[in-house]
């Protein structure tokens, strides 16, 4: 049996799995008759081939561990390991990193199960996905726990009986597996919620990001109070492209607060590290954000993100969808303000102000287009003209005349000259594709 996982290009956690029993070729690539399907830009419509091979007939020496042959249909090309291959036999626990940069896939290879029967099923072009952990075997006795032996040593579960291999710590309820990332404002965990799903469902949706406040910052009534805003707005909202909320609790006087784990990369990095985007791209990504804005701005209670920007945009791996990230800026339309709050070249001038409005946040769209397409910090672009301060876009080609017009637009120093409503201005670029 083989099993294929897609791994967050940082974290190197699960995204996804596809396991194939008895399969002589395996295809991978963007094209929809491919057994694996990723929708990467870097991956090829037909990208690479695993065919199974008979290792009892292959040489000893360079075979023993490897029973797969890796054939590279792609320009893009293919890394084994680290390694450019174009084509070789491939052993158990390679990566395969699909382009540079692109889909990282680790191979495992599994004695078979089941049906002793030689026949050869047929292909099945949508494998079912198998859980990433396994539940408890029924021939093991309960009271002797398991001591997870024969593990892979990237695996976050134990392979015999779907646990977590290492647990760091305990917090309240949740299993931390690993530490995500530290900044100023707290530490972010991938932890595990044992009681939230049970084994005979897939466990990796127990996994959760647990974001906790550091001590220090809990000292000031400003950052205590975005972080207790972030909760309180998360919890109110439901929209796939945001982050959904689990939780939030104080425990031995710090905060914490519970939310979906998200696999991706937030614009702005992915930009920096891979380079710009075709106008096609840009476009989806920033249609996709004006639904997630229409969304909240006509929430029962609606609101203003105020903090629109490439850095708070991520791409989720699996379905190249965007999510909104960092909610502990949001304020309700109509509350007075008077703090100022937003990132320098994407803040609109009411906002700068401490007077944001819906419109403000359309007016982030603008600036955001021209990073992912330009790559250049847009502040650097915002010169006086004629007309005022504006974005000048001479010089960049790549961001045609119809699209220039709609930065243009929804970039208008006054709220009442860009457009009004998400609907309206993702309309506006659709028409530009």
Known sequence: MVILTLLHPQHRTPLKQWCFQREPLIRIGRAPDNHIILDDLLVSRHHLDLRAVDVSAANASSARNASWHLVNHSTNGTYVNGAVMSQGLISENALLQLAQGGPLLKLQILAATGSTSTQQPPIAKTPQLPTLPKAPSSRQPQSQPCAHNGNPPANLFCIHCGLPVKVEKTIR??????????????????????????????????????????????????????????????????HPGIPKFYDFFVEAGKKYLVMALLHGQDLEKRIRQHGTVPAQQAIAWMMQTCDILDYLHNHRTPIIHRDIKPGNLLVQAVSNQITVLDFGAVKAVGIPSGTRIGAEGYAAPEQAQGRPVTQSDLYAIGPSLIFIMTGENPSRLYKKSSRGYRFMLDGYPEIAPPLRQVIDRVTEPRASDRYQTAKELSQALSNCL
């Open 173 to 238: 309820q949740y299993q931390v597996l690993r530490v995500l990332g530290k900044g100023g404002m707290g530490t972010t965990y991938l932890v595990w919620h044992p009681t939230a799903s049970p084994f005979s469902e897939q466990p990796q949706n127990a996994l959760r990001v647990l974001k906790e406040m550091n001590a220090d910052m809990a000292k000031i009534p400003k950052a205590q109070e975005l972080f207790e805003r972030e909760a309180s707005t998360l919890k109110t909202l439901n």
